[in-house]
């Protein structure tokens, strides 16, 4: 059942994406921020934490994740840390996804040239 749940809730995140992109002017990158700072807004409350415990792994796929583990690394090391750890933890977690991001755009580039 867990799997259903974790499909479900990806597609209604790509849902809600697709509905905004089709009804308004927004773009693509203005939807990809809003959806980064819904997650982060969701894991200031913990509610974030909670959706993930019941959907499973289908809550840390969409852009949502993103902004989720930013806010909760930032929190995690800035009780250790002080205010210092805000800026350390905040890319604690998401430093892997940031790395390989930047590592395929570059390799791509070697091999793909643009059209125009």
Known sequence: MIYLYSFLFAGFICLIGQLILDNTKLNPGHITSIFVIVGAFLDTFSIYDM????????????????????????????????????VMGMFDLTASGITSAIVFTFIFALFFRPKD
């Open 51 to 86: 959706i993930v415990a019941h959907v499973g792994g289908g809550a840390l796929v969409p852009i949502t994740s993103f902004g989720h583990l930013l806010i909760h690394g930032a929190l995690e090391k800035a009780s250790d840390f002080g205010f210092i750890g805000l």
